[in-house]
């Protein structure tokens, strides 16, 4: 591993210093030192996360906790009901079943996440572009994959930074490191500046970064650091990690542990005691293993892919891709939505927000002659000069009766530039803007109340607290000043600059979305806390916050958050709202600390320094602006800039959550109260409650019934609230609601066992002989089957939503329909030459009025179970 770049010493070395270090000649690298450099410090080549293979993902699909219990209850099942069984007895039914099982859930799984795939953004480099630079004495062009550490390169406007560097020389250069920090202005870099204090590394005003891009000016600088080595290379590097568990991964995975050992107790348990009363320690085997699989929500994995792919097909109409499908039900559950201030609820452009005369009224006066001092320079118009000819134009302020006569360029020292013109009568008049204190500085008078007047101390400050108050704002202002000259000066110098009379200010704003103070005023009525986490400075950011719509709310900065210890900041990040000035690390420790906090989290930016926090967030977000690496990290990207849609997004996550947990909570429950039966049936009964044949059967047709769970709707409110995945609350639902079921089984028993059964075949079980007996467990077999089947299917519509089924809500049609045709196959099995061939007899006409007074008493039942659960627990999904 390559040691860490020291930025701190490069940027306090003097230019000699560095040029000593890499052993650079002043007519730059040598061919042999590259070669040298490039071993040393290694190519300008980032490395980007790598695509999964399609063998990896296959893997993933088809070998689950689940069906590597199916897997290997069918493979138990093969030998024992196929290999070691008697020639008569062998039967490969119960094994298919399984592999059906194992097939489908994993082939559904596998389809799904091979699409998501095939629809995900993927990572782009940088662009390709020539680099010139200075070897052997040579101007060269390269590629940029071919700098390293030590070469000489020539920056000028336009010029996209391709590797970290030390600036050697500069003239009015200033730079763009918006994607890097979030900054909305471009920064001024000076290679001859003496660096007297530690900083973050995108503050040091004599280094420059890759992926920042030259606004203006020229300059020489020289490589310290290439590819992986760099600022956006170590952000890149670190996205090719493996991601943190999202809440929806620690779900799935808790809830598959709590059913395997429900499942590792209850199966052994009825093994033994069907192998001491019946004594048949086989048959008890095979019993015990359909109980396992009973357990098992085989089509969990299918369920949930599904559930997913279809939330996903919802987000793609309203032009959102859904990159990994877990990001639908993370998106439901998020509590907490951590966002970048610049291009994510900014519109990362500037705009002239306002301009004023010196007595704070809006003043197309002042309009006029910006436009004048913005537009007839020749100078590289920076973006406040194309946010001034913008309004101008569009508010109809172009005067026309001017021309040019000269200009006096921008130079940082003095943060000023102005431009000579001659009006339509011969007078000339030099028009100049700049900074604030600058402007003070060549302005000895100013217009106010429509009078000239002097400057004393007392109108500066009124000057400085005009701006302060603009700056409060959000706005960063410049200042506009003129004077009149004789018609024959025509030659203008900085010098000229001086007893100038300031006529107003111009005031900037990186705008937010039209849709931001909408979205964040639906995320707050989801429960969705919003904080903003920005590297730009505290004004800008906490006016910005209050346009769209946050308060004035506690605000801290990435300096303070560095001086609390981990405790502190743990509380920190829950009491604050807005984040300043930080740095790509510490977006991530944020996220970090809120998800050790209990909540689960989202996060929105659109560059470098967001995409780390976005990685480790439970879900990424970007939109349409975003840069490669962002897009690349995101889980989700808004491809329309109304942020509204992140409600839609919650919303549909909050739906595909409560439909996973209908299958999972309304099957484990059944489940779990069917093998309470059979333990304590396999106890009374002279025979097994049901052959395992027939419980397996059970369970794959209402498994696939149950495919149409992912289209049905869930209740209004419970989408007002996050939704998170606990198991606990699986295994709390499975004590209240199984034994409801297993009342119902017990009785059903009953009746078929002393009444029904013996009015059929004739007489009472023991008294039967050995061929009227198979007949008498036949009939009670099926008696169950249909029961279960009724009640099972059933009750998902009676736990689907805390209201009366039926009457207060209704599912959706795909559910009734595929409910409607499960309860029919199943009535009709006994009845066919299939149902005789796995044991199951006809049953007779005065069964089905007592099937559907036990199916109204199980309803009403568990609609009165369910309301003592909402009291207790207040949610139900």
């Not at 210093?17 to 730059?28: I, W």
């Not at 001086?563 to 984040?579: G, K, N, P, T």
Request: glycine share 6%; charged share 20%; proline share 4%.
């Amino acid at each position: 591993m390559k040691k860490k770049i020291d930025y701190d010493s490069f940027a306090r070395a003097t230019k000699e210093q560095v040029e000593q270090k890499f052993a650079t000649p002043k007519t730059g690298l040598t061919a042999e030192q590259v070669k040298a450099a490039r071993q040393q410090y290694g190519s300008n080549q980032l490395t980007y996360q790598k695509k999964t293979p399609f063998i990896v993902e296959a893997i993933k699909a088809y070998i689950t906790p689940f069906t590597l219990v199916l897997i290997a209850l069918a493979v138990i099942s093969f030998f024992t009901d196929y290999v070691h069984a008697a020639p008569a007895d062998k039967s490969l039914f119960g094994v298919i079943i399984i592999i059906v099982m194992v097939f489908i859930s994993g082939t559904m799984s596998l389809i799904q996440s091979v699409r998501s795939n095939q629809a995900a953004t993927q990572m782009e480099s940088l662009v390709q572009v020539k680099i010139t630079v200075k070897r052997d004495g040579k101007d060269c062009e390269v590629d940029m994959d071919d700098l390293v550490c030590g070469d000489l390169i020539q920056l000028s406007a336009g010029d996209m930074i391709s590797a970290d560097m030390r600036l050697l020389t500069s003239k009015d250069l200033t730079v763009s490191q918006a994607a890097l920090t979030g900054e909305s202005y471009p920064v001024e870099k000076k290679a001859d500046v003496e660096v007297t204090e530690a900083a973050t590394e995108t503050s040091y005003p004599n280094l420059v970064f890759m992926g920042s891009n030259v606004v203006s000016g020229t300059g020489q600088a020289i490589v310290i650091a290439t590819g992986d080595q760099t600022v956006y290379g170590s952000v890149v590097k670190d996205l090719g990690e493996k991601p943190e568990a999202t809440s929806f991964d620690i779900g799935v995975q808790k809830t598959s542990m709590l059913l395997i050992r429900f499942m590792a107790l209850m199966a052994p348990t009825v093994i033994i005691i069907n192998g001491f009363t019946k004594g048949d320690w086989t048959q008890a085997l095979l019993f015990g293993l359909s109980v396992a699989v009973g357990l098992t929500p085989q089509m969990l994995p299918m369920i949930v892919t599904t559930n997913l792919v279809r939330g996903a097909k919802k987000m793609a109409d309203k032009n959102v891709i859904i990159k990994h499908l877990s990001a639908i039900q993370n998106f439901g559950a998020i509590d907490t939505l951590c966002t970048d201030k610049t291009g994510t609820l900014t519109e990362d452009q500037i705009i002239l927000d306002t301009y004023l005369n010196c007595d704070g009224q809006i003043d197309s006066a002042v309009l006029q002659q910006a436009y004048l001092n913005s537009n007839l320079q020749t100078g590289l118009k920076n973006l406040m000069d194309a946010a001034i000819i913008t309004i101008a134009q569009k508010q109809q302020q172009v005067p026309t009766q001017f021309e040019k006569v000269d200009e006096v360029p921008f130079d940082f020292q003095r943060r000023r530039m102005s431009v000579a013109v001659r009006d339509d009568k011969g007078a000339i008049r030099l028009i100049t803007k700049g900074a604030i204190e600058e402007m003070l500085e060549a302005a000895t008078k100013i217009k106010i109340k429509g009078q000239i007047k002097t400057f004393d101390i007392d109108l500066t400050q009124q000057v400085l607290n005009q701006v302060a108050s603009l700056n409060r704002q959000g706005l960063r202002v410049i200042g506009l000043a003129q004077r009149e000259y004789p018609a024959t000066k025509t030659n203008f110098e900085v010098s000229d600059e001086k007893e100038m009379v300031l006529i107003g200010y111009l005031a900037f704003l990186d705008p937010p979305k039209a849709s931001a103070k909408t979205a964040i005023k639906e995320l707050n009525n989801l429960d969705v806390n919003v904080k903003v986490l920005t590297g730009d400075n505290a004004l800008v950011t906490r006016a910005m916050a209050q346009k769209v719509g946050l308060g004035r709310v506690a605000l801290i900065t990435g300096e303070q958050l560095n001086s609390l210890d981990e405790a502190q900041m743990a509380d920190a990040v829950e009491r604050h709202q807005i984040f300043v000035k930080l740095n790509p690390q510490q977006k991530k420790t944020i996220m970090q600390l809120l998800k050790q906090n209990g909540h689960t989290v989202g996060f929105m930016g659109d560059g470098i320094n967001d995409a780390p926090a976005m990685k480790v967030a439970d879900v990424g977000i970007s939109v349409d602006t975003a840069v490669d690496v962002a897009k690349d990290s995101a889980d989700v990207i808004l491809t329309d800039k109304d942020l509204r849609v992140l409600e839609s997004g919650l919303l549909v996550g909050r739906e595909t959550f409560g439909n996973t947990m209908k299958y999972i909570k309304a099957t484990t429950s059944s489940n779990f109260g069917n093998m309470f039966s059979v333990l304590v049936a396999s106890i009374f009964l002279p025979f097994l409650p049901m052959l395992p044949i027939q419980l397996l059967l059970l369970n794959l047709i209402y498994d696939l019934s149950c495919m149409a769970i992912p289209w049905d709707k869930m209740d209004a409110e419970f989408l007002q609230h996050p939704k998170r995945w606990t198991a606990d609350s699986i295994g709390k639902f499975m004590v209240w609601f199984g034994p409801t079921s297993s009342i119902f089984d017990i009785t059903t028993y009953a009746l078929m066992y002393f009444v029904i059964c013996p009015a059929v075949i004739g007489g009472a079980y023991p008294t039967l002989s050995a061929q009227q007996q198979l007949a008498f467990a036949a009939l009670f077999h099926a008696g169950w089957f249909i029961e279960s089947m009724w009640t099972q299917t059933l009750v998902l519509h009676a736990l689907r939503t805390p209201k009366v089924p039926f009457l207060q809500s209704t599912a959706a049609k795909p559910l009734l329909i595929a409910s409607a045709v499960e309860i029919t196959f199943g009535s009709l099995l006994p009845f066919t030459g299939l149902g005789r061939d796995i044991g199951l007899a006809a049953l007779p006409i005065n069964y089905w009025p007592w099937l559907l007074a036990t199916v109204l008493a199980y309803l009403i039942l568990v609609t009165f179970v369910k309301q003592l659960y909402l009291r207790k627990y207040t949610e139900l999904l």
